[in-house]
């Protein structure tokens, strides 16, 4: 995983609540078995019409909002079923942080152990944030090391982050990499069992 400390890009406003994890990645493409390829079915029912033909009234889709890795999106987003591809898909796709004022407890977790900062920040502060993300362009500022956003209109706020996940996020460790930082440990324990 590709770690960071800090992110300045673009940020879009993605304006849904409940935005559930069929919507993110429907089930029909989930037969893959790897972590990548999945960008391009994100949100396949809202970013093409019944044609295959895009949906150019769709956030995504719209000229100005392309490139933006951080995503600002209503309450509740990545409800409904656990599925890993969610965040798989949204990283896939070129997001690496979601700002919402709550996420499903199942998808913020799944997120957090793939690489994907997800940020909770109150209703006032998302709804500035969703305002500004509709004009482009729009840039935020993610300190993740300081745990702040600022933008160049003068917000600034801090948000909390589980120190672990910090450190795993900064440093773009999984579990996996974790536990292969102790594999002289892990080696000395099996040879002292034998």
Not at 55 to 72: K, P, R, V, Y
Not at 81 to 96: C, I, K, Q, T, V
Request: aromatic letters at 12%.
């Amino acid at each position: 995983m590709n770690g960071f400390k800090t992110l300045q890009d673009k940020a879009i406003s993605f304006d849904r609540a409940n935005v559930d994890t069929d919507q993110i990645i429907p089930k029909q493409f989930l037969k893959r078995i790897e972590k990548t390829g999945f960008g391009k079915y994100l949100f396949y029912d809202w970013r093409y019409q019944s044609d295959g033909n895009p949906n150019q009234d769709f956030e995504l889709n719209m000229e100005e909002n392309q490139g933006a890795s951080i995503l600002i999106a209503n309450e509740n987003f990545g409800c409904g079923s656990s599925r890993e591809h969610a965040p798989w898909a949204l990283m896939d796709y070129g997001f690496n942080v979601i700002i919402a004022p709550s996420f499903a407890d199942i998808f913020h977790q799944n997120c957090l152990k793939n690489g994907l900062l997800p940020i909770k920040l109150p209703h006032d502060q998302v709804n500035y944030l969703l305002d500004k993300g509709k004009k482009q362009p729009y840039q935020l500022k993610v300190d993740l090391e300081n745990q702040k956003i600022t933008d160049e209109k003068g917000f600034s706020t801090e948000f909390s982050i589980d120190p672990y996940w910090k450190t795993m996020l900064v440093n773009g460790w999984d579990e996996i990499e974790i536990t292969l930082q102790l594999d002289d440990k892990i080696a000395e324990y099996e040879k002292a069992i034998v």
